[in-house]
């Protein structure tokens, strides 16, 4: 069966530090990946999202993620965190047999101001 | 404003007594979901709906019920609720249900069942 691991439960920086939560996936043919944050007290949103093409995408707040086809990993990533931050991160690929998201256990980062 | 709403927001219940969870979205998507999210587990999904009539089910949908009468409605039904269905629960919708879409999430509904 497919499957998502996300390395960390938890991660606590400090501003201005640099971030990168892993992110790895069994693999189930075409690859759709899937990340999204949720701010304290806030529903779920889409942070970015990768289908084909530049195996670095871009999102939204300056984060950024790699897929990496050898690694089976999508890692996130931001070169300088700010308070702001802090929320709980989820990667999601998509299943194939179904075409639904496969949810990571998520990780809560904590940026201490 | 486009938004999926979850009713109650929280709800404190007794094992055994029939609860519903009512989603709504305004957004006219055909595709919604609802999924429980626990602790170290991440979110689970229950059952999934592709359009009108159309449900299926998703990894955990033992203990549920769900129905989709109308595109905009999917509500949660929890017939005899016990204490392992206390959790977090979210409802979410998109516009057809296809990979590339951005699911849109509710509030979230948190359920304690004693």
């Known amino acids: 069966a497919q499957s998502v691991s996300q390395h960390n439960h938890h991660v606590i920086l400090s501003e201005a530090a640099s971030l990168e939560l892993g992110c790895n996936y069994s693999y189930g043919g075409t690859v759709n990946l899937f990340w999204y944050v949720q701010y304290p007290g806030q529903h779920l949103q889409l942070l970015l999202k990768?289908?084909?093409?530049d195996p670095l995408v871009k999102g939204i707040k300056g984060f950024e993620a790699e897929f990496i086809k050898s690694k089976f990993s999508f890692n996130l990533r931001k070169p300088s965190v700010q308070w702001s931050d802090t929320a709980e991160y989820f990667c999601?690929?998509?299943?194939?047999?179904?075409?639904?998201?496969?949810w990571g256990a998520g990780t809560k980062l904590i940026i201490k101001p | 404003e486009a938004q999926v709403t979850q009713n109650p927001r929280y709800l404190i219940t007794v094992t055994g007594k029939k609860l519903t969870v009512t989603c709504s979205q305004n957004?006219?998507?055909?595709?919604m979901s609802w999924y429980r999210q626990d602790p170290g587990l991440g979110l689970r999904q229950i059952y999934y709906?592709?359009?009108?009539?159309?449900?299926d089910k998703g990894d955990v949908p033992e203990g549920y019920k769900v129905s989709r009468k109308e595109k905009r409605n999917f509500p949660l039904i929890l017939e005899s609720p016990s204490p392992n269905q206390t959790s977090l629960y979210f409802c979410?919708?998109?516009?057809?249900?296809?990979?590339?879409?951005?699911?849109?999430f509710g509030p979230g509904t948190r359920l304690l069942v004693l």
């Open positions: 957004m006219n998507h055909e595709y």
């Open positions: 709906s592709m359009n009108v009539e159309v449900t």
């Open positions: 999601a690929p998509r299943r194939d047999s179904n075409y639904q998201l496969i």
């Open positions: 990768y289908f084909s093409g």
């Open positions: 979410a919708s998109s516009l057809t249900g296809l990979f590339q879409e951005t699911q849109y």
